[in-house]
Nanobody, 111 residues
Framework: QVQLVESGGGLVQPGGSLRLSCAAS????????MTWYRQAPGKEREFVAD???????YYADSVKGRFTISRDNAKNTLYLQMNSLKPEDTAVYYC?????WGQGTQVTVSS
């Protein structure tokens, strides 16, 4: 069955960096677009970034220039490099392919 397992979250100071990973299995990863979403406490889940099967990327305005989405089709893994982190980036980050979600990984940006 389809599984998406996120990792790499944690506590980081403002201005710091983290790299999230999403290990995918149970489907032909290279054929599907992949998306990162996030959900902050008390807020709705929101789009962060996506990457097509061909590697085209698209970002939310709030993260453009700071976050980079990428994929390694040989490793069936999706990544999100997050730089210049801000307290408002604090959220649970989820990876997604149509119809499926991971369990999420917590990112906390605080001094």
């Amino acid at each position: 069955q389809v599984q998406l397992v996120e990792s790499g979250g944690g506590l980081v100071q403002p201005g710091g960096s983290l790299r999230l990973s999403c290990a995918a299995s149970g489907f032909t990863f290279s054929r599907y677009a992949m998306t990162w979403y996030r959900q902050a406490p008390g807020k709705e889940r929101e789009f962060v970034a996506d990457i097509s099967s061909h590697g085209s990327t698209y970002y939310a305005d709030s993260v453009k220039g700071r976050f980079t989405i990428s994929r390694d089709n040989a490793k069936n893994t999706l990544y999100l490099q997050m730089n210049s982190l801000k307290p408002e980036d604090t959220a649970v980050y989820y990876c997604n392919t149509p119809g499926y979600w991971g369990q999420g990984t917590q990112v906390t940006v605080s001094s």
